[in-house]
């Protein structure tokens, strides 16, 4: 049995005896009281041995207890002892002390006195080798043997850096330098052969030679210099060359690339830092080309003509572009050796000379979306090609600008922004002026703005059918707006995003990142942290921020064509008026003939006949007849709007707003239907022109009264048929009149005092 469960602290007896039965329930019910006597059994020996056990030990334990006192009272005397030793041996130390004081003070000062006179000693063995050195170096100089003559120099220089309290310091000084450049000058011919043949062994003496006289940045200049002079005349040689720029450039940067892979493998093998050498050579090489990039590239951009200066600067930006990609791949390897400030300006070289054309780059870009814009014609001859034409615009224009982004981006890495914006805004703003006349030039053509003469009625849905066609491409229009903004968003996000530190906040100038805290990096790469627009123009850069921040607090919900949209939407507004007018033209030519009618206030031969009949005996007159037939033949043309599945049209539709609005407090059905929509719409107008026109009816006469009032019942019964409601205007001048002479100014009471006073003028009644 396991007795060591009772030595546990969450020891419980149920869980024991539960454990204890369960096997045994198990195995052999029957068996559980055998097991429980056993178990006692065994439980009442294990107590008899635990008893047994504490006895034992109670009783070896009393009979060690005088021996443990005793031990105790020894270890007590043995403590006091030693105390009392430590107290002595104190008192010794501190007698000494005191005793031996002064002895130490004169030997300390013994000691000064040695060290002054072996540095005084050293002083006049270097003044001594000083001199003698001078009276030797002549006969040195004479050999011409540039490594004893550099280890006289160094012998001198240690010297000398001995002798820097002595009076003549300064002289020695200027000494030591003049025999220094009259070694450099002996070294000189055989520097620039050794670096010219790319010598190893030989740069290496130089390197040591240099190094030990403190002239190694000397050597370095003879390196530069040799280099820079091969680089240079391979520039000169591509300058008078037939080569476009972009070719020259692209030549040059292959050299400089070539150059950077061989001068770093040689460079390995004499200089200590052979990536750093490298880079300032790069730096000077760019630095000393006659004439300069910066001149080349100002001189092709005033020969190239507006409309392809744009494309130059692009071409000349990839070439550059390409080799800083190459050049950053060669160097990240070397990174960290690299000295961050030699490798910015070695940046700053490469990319510097396209700053001025970067900082211009959104007046470049305007220019350039003008001018390809001024090449889209908009306006026709015809109306049909017309429509073709500003139907087949949509995709050009936003051609044009996903093209502007594309250049923005590969230009200016995303810091242009505000000067795409500015050109963007001002493509949208050309565009929409030249979509504006060639709708007004349409509207021309179609003579909408005329009424034409007293002809027979003729229906013409061509104007209709080419509005439609307009009303989709500006449909058209407002959803590549709205995509292509969700992209532009996007795209500078992507792209510029990595200017905006996740600690900026939007503050103005004082929310600028601070250098070097803006994005923490174990290395930072010159490459990638290069930023013109911070350093030329912290204004604009501060603008750029604010517009980062925007769109990343607001995301696309953040317009960044606000002015565009506007102009676009207006553009459809002006679609659908065009449609409105092509439509309701016919209508109007109609209503425009009543007051000018003869028979309102003439009676006719048999007038007298029939004034006594009921209005259903009279037919309405032709006007109202043909305008009946085109409202009801409206649906029919309108049903493009519901049964064509075109979603530019569906949302032009749903982005525009027709004329002739419903009352306030009318249910609108129409709303959900557009072709209802449209048919409210033109229904309305009618019915305003109508009461309109019939208000400028001089007289009229109680047979005429009837006929209108018979036309207007007509056209009541169409609009009823076309599940249209008259307007109030309507209805009640139908009701004045119908209404008889004698009970007009009972009928006329409610209705309002400027109808009811104008037909009663009409009719010849008192109001």
Same mark, same amino acid.
Not at 45 to 69: C, D, G, W, Y
Not at 569 to 589: C, E, G, M, P, Y
Not at 597 to 612: K, N, Q
Not at 632 to 643: G, N, Q
């Given at each position: 049995?396991?007795?060591?469960?009772?030595?546990?602290?969450?020891?419980?007896?149920?869980?024991?005896?539960?454990?204890?039965?369960?096997?045994?329930?198990?195995?052999?019910?029957?068996?559980?009281?055998?097991?429980?006597?056993?178990?006692?059994?065994?439980?009442?020996?294990?107590?008899?041995?635990?008893?047994?056990?504490?006895?034992?030990?109670?009783?070896?334990?009393?009979?060690?207890? $005088?021996?443990?006192?005793?031990?105790?009272?020894?270890?007590?005397?043995?403590?006091?002892?030693?105390?009392?030793?430590?107290?002595?041996?104190?008192?010794?130390?501190?007698?000494?002390?005191?005793?031996?004081?002064?002895?130490?003070?004169?030997?300390?000062?013994?000691?000064?006195?040695?060290?002054?006179?072996?540095?005084?000693?050293?002083?006049?063995? *270097?003044?001594?080798? =000083?001199?003698?050195?001078?009276?030797?170096?002549?006969?040195?100089?004479?050999?011409?043997?540039?490594?004893?003559?550099?280890?006289?120099? &160094?012998?001198?220089?240690?010297?000398?850096?001995?002798?820097?309290?002595?009076?003549?310091?300064?002289?020695?000084?200027?000494?030591?330098?003049?025999?220094?450049?009259?070694?450099?000058?002996?070294?000189?011919?055989?520097?620039?052969?050794?670096?010219?043949?790319?010598?190893?062994?030989?740069?290496?003496?130089?390197?040591?030679?240099? &190094?030990?006289?403190?002239?190694?940045?000397?050597?370095?200049?003879?390196?530069?210099?040799?280099?820079?002079?091969?680089?240079?005349?391979? =520039?000169?040689?591509?300058?008078?060359?037939?080569?476009?720029?972009?070719?020259?450039?692209?030549?040059?940067?292959?050299?400089?690339?070539?150059?950077?892979?061989?001068?770093?493998? =040689?460079?390995?093998?004499?200089?200590?830092?052979?990536?750093?050498?490298?880079?300032?050579?790069?730096?000077?090489?760019?630095?000393?080309?006659?004439?300069?990039?910066?001149?080349?590239?100002?001189?092709?951009?005033?020969?190239?003509?507006? *409309?392809?200066?744009?494309?130059?600067?692009?071409?000349? /930006?990839?070439?550059?572009?390409?080799?800083?990609?190459?050049?950053?791949?060669?160097?990240?390897?070397?990174?960290?050796? %690299?000295?961050?400030?030699?490798?910015?300006?070695?940046?700053?070289?490469?990319?510097?000379? /396209?700053?001025?054309?970067?900082?211009?780059?959104?007046?470049?870009?305007? *220019?350039?979306?003008?001018?390809?814009?001024?090449?889209?014609?908009?306006?026709?001859?015809?109306?049909?090609?017309?429509?073709?034409?500003? %139907?087949?615009?949509?995709?050009?224009?936003?051609?044009?600008?996903?093209?502007?982004?594309?250049?923005?981006?590969?230009?200016?890495?995303?810091?242009?922004?505000?000067?795409?914006?500015?050109?963007?805004?001002?493509?949208?703003?050309?565009?929409?002026?030249?979509?504006?006349?060639?709708?007004?030039?349409?509207?021309?053509?179609?003579?909408?703005?005329?009424?034409?003469?007293?002809?027979?009625?003729?229906?013409?849905?061509?104007?209709?059918?080419?509005?439609?066609?307009?009303?989709?491409?500006?449909?058209?229009?407002?959803?590549?707006?709205?995509?292509?903004?969700?992209?532009?968003?996007?795209?500078?996000?992507?792209?510029?995003?990595?200017?905006?530190?996740?600690?900026?906040?939007? %503050?103005?100038?004082?929310?600028?990142?601070?250098?070097?805290?803006?994005?923490?990096?174990?290395?930072?790469? $010159?490459?990638? *942290?290069?930023?013109?627009?911070?350093?030329?123009?912290?204004?604009?850069?501060?603008?750029?921020?604010?517009?980062?921040?925007?769109?990343?607090?607001?995301?696309?919900?953040?317009?960044?064509?606000?002015?565009?949209?506007?102009?676009? &939407?207006?553009?459809?507004?002006?679609?659908?008026?065009?449609?409105?007018?092509?439509?309701?033209?016919?209508?109007?030519?109609?209503?425009?003939?009543?007051?000018?009618?003869?028979?309102?206030?003439?009676?006719?031969?048999?007038?007298?006949?029939?004034?006594?009949? $009921?209005?259903?005996?009279?037919?309405?007159?032709?006007?109202?007849?043909?305008?009946?037939?085109?409202?009801?033949?409206?649906?029919?043309?309108?049903?493009?709007?519901?049964?064509?599945?075109?979603?530019?049209?569906?949302?032009?539709?749903?982005?525009?707003?027709?004329?002739?609005?419903?009352?306030?407090?009318?249910?609108?059905?129409?709303?959900?239907?557009?072709?209802?929509?449209?048919?409210?719409?033109?229904?309305?107008?009618?019915?305003?022109? /109508? %009461?309109?026109?019939?208000?400028?009816?001089?007289?009229?006469?109680?047979?005429?009264?009837?006929?209108?009032?018979?036309?207007?019942?007509?056209?009541?019964?169409?609009?009823?048929?076309?599940?249209?409601?008259?307007?109030?205007?309507?209805?009640?001048?139908?009701?004045?009149?119908?209404?008889?002479?004698?009970?007009?100014?009972?009928?006329?009471? $409610?209705?309002?005092?400027?109808?009811?006073?104008?037909?009663?003028?009409?009719?010849?009644?008192?109001?």
């Amino acid at each position: 049995m396991d007795f060591s469960k009772f030595l546990a602290e969450d020891f419980e007896v149920k869980a024991w005896v539960n454990g204890a039965f369960r096997a045994v329930q198990q195995e052999a019910p029957g068996k559980v009281d055998a097991h429980a006597a056993t178990l006692v059994m065994k439980l009442q020996l294990f107590i008899q041995e635990v008893n047994k056990a504490v006895e034992e030990t109670s009783h070896q334990a009393l009979q060690n207890m $005088p021996r443990v006192l005793r031990e105790v009272e020894a270890l007590k005397q043995e403590a006091s002892f030693l105390k009392e030793q430590m107290v002595l041996v104190r008192e010794d130390i501190q007698r000494l002390e005191e005793d031996t004081a002064q002895s130490m003070q004169v030997l300390v000062e013994l000691d000064h006195v040695k060290s002054r006179m072996q540095l005084a000693a050293e002083s006049l063995q *270097e003044a001594d080798k =000083w001199s003698t050195l001078s009276a030797d170096i002549e006969e040195t100089f004479k050999t011409q043997d540039v490594s004893v003559i550099s280890a006289k120099l &160094t012998s001198m220089q240690s010297s000398l850096a001995v002798l820097v309290d002595t009076p003549d310091y300064s002289e020695k000084c200027v000494h030591l330098e003049a025999l220094k450049n009259r070694l450099e000058a002996l070294a000189s011919p055989q520097i620039v052969a050794a670096f010219n043949t790319q010598s190893v062994d030989q740069a290496r003496v130089f390197v040591k030679v240099f &190094t030990e006289i403190d002239r190694l940045p000397q050597l370095l200049a003879y390196y530069y210099k040799c280099h820079k002079v091969q680089l240079v005349a391979a =520039w000169q040689e591509l300058c008078q060359s037939d080569l476009p720029l972009d070719r020259q450039l692209m030549e040059l940067y292959d050299v400089l690339l070539g150059t950077w892979h061989s001068q770093l493998q =040689w460079a390995s093998q004499v200089f200590q830092s052979p990536q750093q050498v490298v880079v300032v050579l790069l730096i000077q090489a760019l630095g000393a080309l006659v004439p300069s990039i910066p001149i080349c590239l100002s001189s092709t951009m005033e020969r190239a003509g507006p *409309e392809s200066k744009l494309g130059q600067l692009l071409g000349l /930006y990839a070439a550059t572009a390409y080799f800083a990609r190459g050049l950053e791949a060669a160097l990240q390897p070397s990174l960290r050796e %690299c000295n961050p400030v030699k490798v910015t300006e070695l940046v700053e070289a490469v990319y510097g000379p /396209y700053k001025p054309f970067q900082l211009q780059y959104g007046a470049l870009e305007e *220019e350039h979306l003008l001018i390809q814009m001024s090449a889209i014609p908009l306006e026709h001859g015809e109306v049909m090609d017309c429509v073709q034409e500003l %139907c087949q615009s949509v995709n050009k224009l936003f051609g044009l600008a996903l093209q502007a982004v594309d250049n923005c981006l590969k230009l200016t890495d995303g810091l242009g922004v505000g000067g795409l914006l500015k050109a963007l805004r001002a493509l949208f703003g050309k565009y929409s002026s030249d979509f504006g006349s060639a709708l007004q030039s349409i509207h021309k053509k179609c003579k909408l703005d005329e009424i034409p003469p007293l002809s027979l009625f003729q229906e013409d849905w061509t104007a209709f059918q080419s509005s439609v066609r307009i009303m989709a491409a500006c449909g058209d229009l407002l959803r590549q707006c709205g995509d292509f903004e969700q992209q532009l968003a996007n795209r500078i996000l992507s792209t510029a995003g990595k200017y905006l530190s996740d600690s900026y906040s939007a %503050c103005g100038l004082g929310g600028l990142p601070e250098s070097g805290t803006e994005r923490p990096s174990a290395v930072k790469n $010159p490459w990638q *942290e290069y930023n013109y627009l911070q350093q030329e123009s912290p204004a604009e850069y501060a603008a750029f921020l604010e517009t980062l921040y925007a769109l990343k607090e607001k995301g696309t919900s953040h317009s960044l064509l606000t002015a565009p949209r506007s102009a676009l &939407t207006r553009l459809n507004q002006l679609a659908h008026q065009l449609a409105f007018d092509s439509v309701f033209l016919r209508i109007k030519q109609q209503l425009l003939q009543v007051p000018r009618m003869e028979g309102w206030s003439t009676a006719g031969a048999g007038e007298m006949l029939t004034e006594d009949l $009921p209005h259903f005996s009279l037919t309405p007159l032709e006007y109202i007849s043909n305008i009946g037939q085109y409202l009801m033949s409206l649906p029919l043309h309108l049903e493009p709007f519901v049964t064509q599945e075109d979603s530019a049209l569906e949302l032009a539709l749903h982005a525009g707003k027709l004329p002739f609005p419903p009352e306030q407090g009318d249910e609108v059905p129409e709303l959900d239907n557009m072709a209802d929509y449209w048919l409210g719409s033109l229904a309305r107008a009618t019915m305003q022109t /109508y %009461c309109e026109v019939i208000l400028q009816i001089p007289e009229l006469s109680p047979h005429a009264a009837k006929q209108l009032a018979t036309d207007i019942d007509y056209l009541a019964n169409v609009l009823d048929a076309l599940g249209l409601q008259p307007s109030k205007t309507l209805q009640h001048t139908l009701h004045l009149l119908k209404a008889k002479p004698e009970d007009y100014k009972q009928a006329a009471r $409610p209705l309002p005092r400027r109808l009811a006073s104008s037909i009663a003028a009409m009719r010849g009644l008192e109001p």
